[in-house]
């Protein structure tokens, strides 16, 4: 007979079968769900409540930046910065076309890699965010008071801006040194003169304390590829380091001849002294092209001035100002921790992380542990600069952000994982996979003095299978690890706008509160701006008409025009009236080669039209405004080329 | 008029400053897409939004009811009411000055005048902005009207609207009180001549309430 204890036992046994059951086939290591846990709860935020901190990842080939909010993942906004973005009129407008200017006229579309945050003492503050276009040289500057690129500085002598915008702990500067070394002055060479002819530039530009941006003076380096860099801080406040790959100067077939080196480079560059050189009157002045586009919040427009001349300093003319430590393989981060005494550096095609010691390198300069030059740039003595390697971390040691508790964490791209190790012993201590080939990673403020060290957030290149297939074109991801204990913990993993390539993100008050709600419309200089129903007009200069037209809810003054004749240049100068919080007014015109625009509110707008065909055109408001909205709405009446019809317009008559 | 009363009666007057530096009254409108919400003050000398731009939004939303813009400047009780406040202060102090018993009562008398009719006349502003209605408005509401509470809460369409007094109406509110008190005390105190000063103290606690 079965008696209680032995139905009990059978009962166990069942239980544990279906528990390991249960285990096998919702738990293999594809899903991940082992230790989920809590991680739903730790990345809720509730309906109407807000994230912890605001994160600014980079769009890589979609040329903008993304805000989210984390830890939820919420998408907050795109900003627009070197790509044009019909959705909201950036780069179609009249006023934002100037931004988009360059040396090699207007271009509608960059990559955007490196967004970097404003400090003060070596913290985020939340003042801008700067961001680094990787194949037309540039570096823009988005005010977090407005979530809008407020000027964006061409670098001349360069042929691709890579690492940058790195910045200094007063964000005194932000640098960007060329990836690709190309003839400086640009010539017509032979590409196969590339060890004759091709150099480096790294450029400093000067930020004052009220963001506006101005190259301070540039640096000739030898030809070869500059990666990344971070700024000293701390003890190290005062130098810059530079990686580099390709020291081979090869022109062709890189993924091969560039990677025959067994060490590259991490330069170090005093920039204090380079500065005292620049004053010294030790710069050249070379005539170099190029445009400096700033918006004026007071007149809504962009102004872009052409500019013709940078400082060159020559390091043969300046002693003691880059020196080189050597680097294996082909790095690419070189990252300073918290103390700023140490710079990881990441070699991609190294098995080991080399940390570099700041003071052992000033030792070393001293005591001259030189190993030679490379293109008259002393090289240091790898073992007299290093302070320790992390030995067999992963494969494809990529970048490395600190959590300001002793622990430094490196994305490996080959064995797609992050490694977290400890900073004094380089020992490894946890691993956790990322999915799949993580490029940057990211710590709130983990390039910083003082890390939020709560979060981490891993890029990835590749997705596959992580979510619902889309074709052959795939969203790349970030996915959020909780680094608030001794293990890792995969919290969260999201599609992203673009390529996430690198990101910056810091607690979010320190920018909520400089949000700007609306624009003030008393305070509005725009030349069209109409401030009031009673300054709408259309005014007719020869072929150039200007239609000065307020929106507000739910209509546009004026609303009926006739007289606009065929092959007119027309501009309508739209202003939003409205003074309330998130009260945009859109507008668009049927049949436009224009993109439409979005007027926020006290904003005045341009939109520039060229009617081909005589006819009745109807414009209307694009963003869903008010109850009425489908009524904002008006008609424009085009006669042809020689018509008499009289200039005549106006709302409700 | 005992010296305590004439104080009294001086800080009472002295007490209606507070309309100049505060509004009088506050109008709040709340809606589901006002979760900041939007107010109107009303001062002794103008009308303003809560937050900067309010009476701007304010506007641009009433003209879907058809309801008149509200522009200050077409309210000429705003330039006189100054003027009022500012007599009452005056004459307030005078009459403490003058110790004159009787003339308390005329100047309280005064005073619930300027009050009651500024109330009236609220009532009748809010009453014409209620109901005297663009018939071309977008939003007809066959037999609605939105006249806000002269005090109290009502909801109109989508807005709840309340309507309180805001400091400055507090204050003149509790100086027309003191004043009153002012007078019952004098009062009872003339009843009770002869009776023993402790007496009196003890009733002066009474009335002050104390």
């Known amino acids: 007979m079965w008696n209680r204890s032995s139905l009990m036992k059978i009962g166990y046994a069942l239980g544990a079968l279906a528990v390991g059951a249960f285990l096998l086939t919702e738990c293999g290591p594809k899903k991940d769900m082992m230790g989920a846990g809590d991680a739903a709860a730790r990345v809720y935020v509730a309906p109407g409540e807000y994230d912890e901190f605001y994160a600014f990842l980079s769009g890589g080939f979609s040329g903008q930046v993304a805000a989210y909010g984390l830890p939820s993942g919420r998408l907050l906004r795109v900003i627009p910065v070197f790509s044009v973005n019909p959705e909201n009129g950036w780069g179609y407008s009249e006023e934002t076309k100037p931004m988009l200017q360059t040396s090699n006229g207007f271009v509608p579309w960059d990559d955007s890699h490196h967004p970097e945050l404003s400090m003060t003492d070596g913290t985020p503050d939340g003042r801008w965010l700067f961001i680094n276009a990787n194949n037309t040289p540039r570096i823009a500057r988005i005010d977090l008071g407005t979530f809008r690129t407020a000027e964006i500085i061409e670098i001349p002598n360069s042929g691709g801006s890579h690492a940058s915008p790195f910045t200094t702990p007063n964000s005194e500067y932000v640098v960007s040194a060329t990836r690709f070394s190309v003839p400086i002055p640009d010539a017509d060479v032979p590409v196969a003169s590339y060890k004759e002819n091709f150099k480096g530039t790294i450029t400093f530009v000067k930020v004052s304390p009220e963001g506006a941006m101005d190259i301070a003076f540039q640096i000739l380096t030898p030809g070869f590829n500059w990666d990344l860099s971070h700024a000293g801080k701390g003890p190290s406040d005062g130098w810059f380091f530079f990686s580099c790959y390709n020291t081979e100067q090869a022109h062709t077939l890189l993924e091969v001849n560039a990677s025959q080196h067994d060490k590259d480079f991490i330069m170090a560059v005093n920039w204090k002294k380079a500065e005292e050189y620049v004053k010294q009157g030790k710069a050249k002045a070379w005539t170099s092209e190029y445009y400096h586009n700033r918006w ?74 030189f190993d030679g030059d490379a293109g008259g740039i002393p090289v240091l003595q790898y073992d007299a600069v290093l302070a320790g390697e992390v030995k067999e971390p992963g494969l494809g040691p990529l970048h490395t952000e600190f959590d300001g508790k002793g622990f430094a964490y490196t994305s490996h791209f080959v064995s797609s994982e992050v490694v977290k190790w400890k900073l004094g012993t380089w020992e490894v201590v946890d691993r956790i996979p990322a999915y799949y080939s993580i490029g940057h990673l990211m710590i709130p403020g983990g390039d910083s003095k003082k890390p939020w060290g709560k979060y981490l957030l891993a890029m990835n290149k590749i997705t596959k299978d992580r979510y619902l297939p889309t074709g052959p074109e795939l969203n790349q991801s970030a996915q959020l690890i909780d680094i608030s204990g001794e293990k890792m913990r995969l919290l969260l993993d999201f599609p ?114 060229v009617p081909k065909k005589a006819g009745v055109y109807p414009f209307y408001c694009t963003d869903f405004c008010s109850a009425l909205h489908q009524e904002m709405q008006g008609y424009v009446r085009v006669s042809g080329a020689s018509a008499n019809v009289p200039l005549s317009y106006g709302t409700g008559k | 008029m005992r010296k305590k009363s004439r104080r009294s009666l001086a800080l009472a007057s002295l007490l209606l400053l507070v309309v100049y530096v505060t509004p009088l009254w506050w109008i709040r409108l709340d809606a589901p897409q006002y979760p900041e919400g939007l107010g109107l003050y009303i001062w002794v000398d103008r009308i303003t939004g809560e937050n900067p731009n309010d009476l701007h939004t304010i506007n641009g939303l009433n003209h879907y009811i058809g309801m008149k813009t509200i522009t200050p400047e077409s309210i000429p009780e705003l330039t006189v009411m100054p003027y009022v406040v500012g007599f009452l202060v005056a004459s307030g102090l005078m009459v403490a000055w003058s110790g004159r018993r009787p003339l308390v009562a005329v100047w309280l008398l005064v005073f619930l005048g300027v009050l009651l009719t500024g109330l009236v006349d609220f009532y009748l502003w809010e009453y014409d902005y209620g109901h005297n209605l663009d018939p071309m408005a977008p939003i007809k509401v066959p037999g609605m009207t939105y006249q806000p509470p002269l005090i109290g809460t009502k909801q109109l369409l989508n807005m709840k609207t309340t309507s309180l007094p805001y400091l400055g109406g507090l204050a003149a509110g509790l100086s027309f009180l003191t004043g009153v008190l002012v007078l019952i005390q004098e009062w009872r105190t003339g009843r009770k001549k002869g009776q023993t000063n402790e007496a009196i103290s003890n009733a002066e606690m009474a009335a002050s309430g104390r």
């Open chain 1, 296 to 369: 004026d919040e007071k007149t809504h427009t962009a102004v872009s001035e052409k500019k013709t001349q940078v400082n060159m300093l020559d390091p043969k003319d300046c002693p003691d100002l880059l020196y080189l430590m050597p680097c294996p393989k082909s790095p690419h981060g070189a990252d300073v921790d918290p103390s700023g005494e140490y710079i990881v550096g990441g070699g991609k095609l190294a098995t080991v992380i080399p940390v570099f010691s700041f003071s052992r390198m000033l030792k070393a300069i001293e005591e001259k542990k």
């Open chain 1, 496 to 609: 992203t706008v673009g390529e996430p390539h690198y990101a910056q993100a810091l607690a979010a008050d320190l920018v909520k509160q400089r949000e700007v709600k609306i624009f003030d419309i008393m305070k509005n200089e725009h030349p069209y701006a109409s401030k009031s129903e009673k300054d709408a007009r259309v005014e007719r200069k020869g072929k150039v008409v200007h239609v000065y037209m307020t929106a507000s809810r739910s209509h546009f003054n004026p609303d009926n025009i006739e007289g606009i004749k065929v092959g007119d240049e027309v501009y309508v100068h739209v202003t939003n009236l409205e003074q309330d919080w998130d009260i945009p007014h859109g507008f668009a015109i049927k049949g436009t080669d224009n993109a439409e625009l979005l007027v926020m509110p006290g904003e005045t707008c341009t939109y520039k039209w």
